[in-house]
């Protein structure tokens, strides 16, 4: 397993805010892996602006940023210095996320707030399946069943019990 120098600047960030979504991306081929950080990175840079901010008005600010920063990347215009940024421009430049995948997320954080959304993970899951159909269609059906033991983990210990959610996922139990 990569060390956490060893991964890239959005993989650590969704390490370290977003463990389950860490442990979840380990299940998708190598080739993918980092794209699925990516959408990952996002998430937890939109949540972030929930946790982090309390002024109603800087947060829609932020999320205006995140909006107007995702709409130019379809327009081939890249804002330079923030690596979800920058990573999502690959992926957008290659055709594998459509343009209104992504703005729904940020949508679904903008309106929800100061509450993190509900429909929130549910629309970067589907972004996550998108890409994996054109990125790595075999890790599809990995990352589902991870994703469902992860869920279940969650719902009858909460974030109790990480070293046995661990064992759970990979010996596949």
Do not use: C
Not at 95 to 105: D, E, R
Not at 124 to 149: C, F, H, M, N
């Amino acid at each position: 397993m990569a060390t956490p120098d060893s991964l890239s600047l959005n993989a650590r960030y969704v390490h370290g805010h977003a463990r389950d979504r860490f442990l979840h991306a380990l299940f998708v081929r190598p080739q993918a892996r980092e794209a699925v950080f990516t959408l990952y990175a996002l998430e937890a840079e939109l949540a972030h602006v929930h946790t982090a901010v309390s002024e109603e008005m800087i947060a829609y600010i932020r999320f205006a940023w995140w909006y107007e920063a995702l709409e130019a990347l379809y327009n081939r215009q890249v804002r330079r210095g923030q690596p979800v940024i920058e990573a999502l421009a690959l992926l957008v430049e290659a055709g594998h996320l459509p343009q209104l995948l992504l703005l729904a997320i940020v949508e679904d954080y903008r309106y929800a707030y100061p509450e993190l959304p509900a429909s929130g993970p549910q629309h970067v899951d589907v972004a996550v399946a998108a890409l994996l159909e054109a990125l790595s269609p075999e890790s599809i059906t990995a990352w589902r069943k991870a994703g469902k033991r992860i869920a279940a983990h969650r719902a009858r210990y909460g974030t109790k019990a990480n070293a046995w959610l661990v064992l759970k996922l990979w010996v596949g139990l």
